[in-house]
């Protein structure tokens, strides 16, 4: 069974700096393509950015620049430093394989970017 554990979220000002911390147990971690995604009150589940097991990584247009997507393959963990935070970052943010297929979601993050 994998388990996926978020971490990092809070409350932020716009223009603020968040990292997220992904913990991922129960499966083979450093070859597979793990992303981050964002879910937004009334909105579908977005993935954010993404990052394979060699360290290659791709954004979407919306945080490009703003954010960066990073792994520890020896400590099973995917991180997101995220900055130059805006108000329409704010979502919980999830970490999962990438496309996750169905598999089961961690309890995510929240993060809250005010004004």
């Known amino acids: 069974q994998v388990q996926l554990v978020e971490s990092g979220g809070g409350l932020v000002q716009a223009g603020g700096s968040l990292r997220l911390s992904c913990v991922v147990s129960?499966?083979?971690?450093?070859?597979?393509?793990m992303g981050w995604y964002r879910q937004a009150p009334g909105k579908q589940r977005e993935l954010v950015a993404s990052?394979?097991?060699?360290?290659?990584?791709n954004y979407a247009d919306s945080v490009k620049g703003r954010f960066t997507i990073s792994r520890d393959n020896a400590k099973n963990t995917v991180y997101l430093q995220m900055n130059s935070l805006k108000r329409d970052d704010t979502a919980g943010y999830y970490c999962?394989?990438?496309?996750?297929?169905?598999?089961?979601w961690g309890q995510g993050t929240q993060v809250t970017v005010s004004s």
């Open positions: 990052i394979t097991g060699g360290g290659s990584t």
């Open positions: 129960g499966s083979i971690f450093s070859g597979i393509l």
């Open positions: 999962n394989v990438v496309p996750p297929a169905g598999r089961s």
